[in-house]
């Protein structure tokens, strides 16, 4: 089994910074693509970001697009998203989520590995 842990989330004003990382443990070999989702009072959860095993195929959702940056660094079995000029509508609990497949994907449903949250919030 794997497990997904995510942290450094917190409150930032507009414009401010954050940089969530994503600490995966047990059988952590299993996973390949790992992603960004989000979630907001109300809403559907939505894919943000997403990276291939060796980091070098990103996917973003286009309201996070030159906003975001995911990354991460398998040795340490860490995926990483770094937000900067955030913005109120960035508000919500942040995922991250793992799969056992080497392509990017946006969908949910490919993922089979989820952390609890942290949440962010971004005040104006």
């Known amino acids: 089994q794997v497990q997904l842990v995510e942290s450094g989330g917190g409150l930032v004003q507009a414009g401010g910074s954050l940089r969530l990382s994503c600490a995966a443990s047990?059988?952590?070999?299993?996973?390949?693509?790992m992603a960004w989702f989000r979630q907001a009072p109300g809403k559907e959860r939505e894919f943000v970001a997403t990276i291939s095993w060796s980091g070098g195929s990103t996917y973003y959702a286009d309201s996070v697009k030159g906003r975001f940056t995911i990354s991460r660094d398998n040795a340490k079995n860490t995926v990483y998203l770094q937000m900067n000029n955030l913005k109120p509508e960035d508000t919500a609990v942040y995922y991250c989520a793992g799969g056992r497949f080497s392509a990017t994907s946006p969908s949910r449903d490919d993922y089979g590995y989820w952390g609890q949250g942290t949440q962010v919030t971004v005040s104006s």
């Open positions: 047990g059988r952590t070999f299993s996973i390949y693509t």
